[in-house]
């Protein structure tokens, strides 16, 4: 038995180093990048080819991140409904409070807390995927030029703060009009750096803002679905999910 337990280790060991091996060779170092004039005439670029300005007017956006978690959530007031399995949360991001239920019935204390603070996490990485191109210069983001063995110019921002996961880094690789086709990954949630997925099958939303709905490579793909966007409930077809609560804030 013991000799058992003693190969076991030897064989989950080996797993473990060849797991840790493989991270290691498939890894890309972070690039090194230029700060300065190009690197922001290179993010002016990509903002103009996402419709940025278009994206900062659009108040209200609707989507459905992989199937598993639906949005509503009101760019202009801060409120935000995110529904997954029996579970669904209505809070104003700048108060940090609202209402949860799960199965119809009404959290309160730490259990409604551990929904929120889940609900908020699942938001920064999800609407992250919906429009990061637009995040590339906000508070705590640096800017860099970055060439490629081609030639090309990429653009790689880096987060020093935001979000759940401040530290991250992405490489944007843009087209001839600055529209990005896909970027690679230095995060921390990754086992492998520089993953790089695609940025396709873009939509543009009534404002004008054009969001990338497709991302994947030779591992999986994400989708996201149902997106809508207006100024208005009403041009929506909702019913305004946010009237009952806000009275309690």
């Known amino acids: 038995m013991k000799k058992f337990f003693k190969v076991f280790a030897i064989m989950l ?29 290179l993010t002016d670029k990509m903002f103009l080819a996402v419709n940025k300005e278009a994206w900062d007017t659009t108040k209200i956006v609707q989507w459905d991140f992989m199937g598993i978690h639906q949005y509503i959530w009101n760019k202009e007031t801060e409120d935000l409904q995110v529904k997954w399995r029996d579970v669904i949360v209505t809070m104003n991001l700048a108060a940090y409070d609202g209402k949860v239920t799960e199965n119809g019935v009404v959290l309160e204390n730490d259990e409604k807390r551990k929904k929120i603070d ?22 705590g983001t640096t800017r860099s030029l970055v060439t490629l063995e081609d030639g090309e110019k990429a653009l790689l921002v880096s987060y020093s703060s935001g979000g759940v996961t401040p530290g991250d880094s992405y490489l944007w690789i843009l087209d001839k009009n600055g529209l990005p086709v896909s970027w690679k990954m230095w995060t921390k949630v990754l086992p492998i750096d520089g993953v790089q997925t695609t940025w396709d099958e873009y939509i543009t939303l009534k404002t004008g803002a054009k969001l990338a709905t497709k ?18 409930y009403e041009e929506l077809g909702i019913t305004n999910p946010f009237i009952n609560y806000l009275e309690n804030l």
């Open 118 to 139: 889940k609900a908020f996490a699942f938001f920064c990485n999800d609407s992250f995927w919906l429009n990061a191109p637009v995040k590339a210069r906000d508070e």
């Open 215 to 232: 991302h994947g490579n030779k591992i999986y793909n994400m989708k996201l679905e149902n997106i809508n966007s207006g100024q208005s």
């Open 13 to 41: 060991l080996s797993i473990i180093l060849l797991g840790f091996g493989s991270c290691f060779l498939l890894s890309e170092k972070l690039p090194i990048g230029d700060e300065g004039v190009e690197a922001e005439l």
